[in-house]
């Protein structure tokens, strides 16, 4: 098993960036996929987006062009870089780990975009 813990989570205003780190408590070069969810007040948990042990990212339409999801194995850590952020990306924002059967997730991190 693995532990995840989020960070880099705050209020920024819109137009704004902000980059999210998730620490993971031992080595994730055997987690095939490692990502980040969201949820907003009111609405369903989504995928973000993911990245594979080979590096391949896939992203929601939403934020597509907006973030970047990147991968250090080497550091035990996955990172989201989000540009160009919009009130609607207000959420909180989950780090998440598949291996095998079993899916692992962090505490969350609040991200407020608001003026």
């Known amino acids: 098993q693995v532990q995840l813990v989020e960070s880099g989570g705050g209020l920024v205003q819109p137009g704004g960036s902000l980059r999210l780190s998730c620490a993971a408590s031992r080595s994730i070069f055997s987690i095939n996929v490692m990502g980040w969810y969201r949820q907003a007040p009111g609405k369903e948990r989504e995928l973000v987006a993911a990245?594979?042990?080979?590096?391949?990212?896939n992203y929601a339409d939403s934020v597509k062009g907006r973030f970047t999801i990147s991968r250090d194995n080497a550091k035990n850590m996955v990172y989201l870089q989000m540009n160009s952020l919009r009130p609607e990306d207000t959420a909180v924002y989950y780090c998440?780990?598949?291996?095998?059967?079993?899916?692992?997730w962090g505490q969350g991190t609040q991200v407020t975009v608001s003026s």
């Open positions: 998440t780990a598949v291996e095998s059967i079993r899916m692992y």
């Open positions: 990245t594979t042990t080979g590096g391949n990212t």
